[in-house]
T-cell receptor, first 115, second 113 residues
């Protein structure tokens, strides 16, 4: 089955700890994205990557880092610098970045809770 | 600044009736619009889209209307079914510009039997 797999589904973290969320896709998509969902604020773009070894900051990149060493993988690290990390994180992919591929395919999400 | 706004956080509709979800945008450069549906603890799934060269796009029970002069779009679901109960996100894209999707806050639709 083709799709996007995020892990873990639920994650708890102590303040001051870094945590990495995994995102893997087997759709052969070039572009991958990380979004954050908070109540009443919709989905906000954290980082995106158009191609391997390249990524760009989104609207709320502070306190996050990413890597794109493989086409299939786009892990997100939530660092201790992120002031309010408790949220639902969504990974997505599209065939490529561009208007005619505006349709994104999403993973099931990872809920991070900072204790 | 919220470029895409869904001003109704929730909507309740009786089964069989029409559901109308609204979305407003401020960026006149947006020219491609999408609706996503999201169930709890799952990722959003694509529902329907419309290009700015059209004012209507229909797919089964779902129709999206675009009013460019008012910078407004709406999603009509008719007839509404219990399985339509979900959060609906409106999204917009500049096809000649940033090419990234900008999402609204979402509207929680509840279909009552």
């Amino acid at each position: 089955d083709g799709g996007i797999t995020q892990s873990p589904k639920y994650l708890f973290r102590k303040e001051g700890q870094n945590v990495t969320l995994s995102c893997e896709q087997n759709l052969n998509h070039d572009a991958m994205y990380w979004y954050r969902q908070d109540p009443g604020q919709g989905l906000r773009l954290i980082y995106y990557s158009q191609i391997v070894n390249d990524f760009q900051k989104g609207d709320i990149a502070e306190g996050y880092s990413v890597s794109r060493e493989k086409k299939e993988s786009f892990p997100l690290t939530v660092t201790s610098a992120q002031k309010n990390p408790t949220a639902f994180y969504l990974c997505a992919s599209s065939l490529r970045l561009g208007w005619n591929t505006g349709e994104l395919f999403f993973g099931e999400g990872s809920r991070l809770t900072v204790l | 600044d919220q470029q895409v706004k869904q001003n109704s956080p929730s909507l309740s509709v009786q089964e069989g009736r029409i559901s109308i979800l609204n979305c407003d945008y401020t960026n006149s450069m947006f020219d491609y619009f999408l609706w996503y549906k999201k169930y709890p603890a799952e990722g959003p799934t694509f529902l329907i889209s419309i290009s700015s060269i059209k004012d209507k796009n229909e797919d089964g029970r779902f129709t999206v209307f675009l009013n460019k002069s008012a910078k407004h779009l709406s999603l009509h679901i008719v007839p509404s079914q219990p399985g339509d109960s979900a959060v609906y996100f409106c999204a917009a894209c500049e096809t000649q510009g940033a090419q990234k999707l900008v999402f609204g806050q979402g509207t929680r639709l509840t279909i009552n039997p």
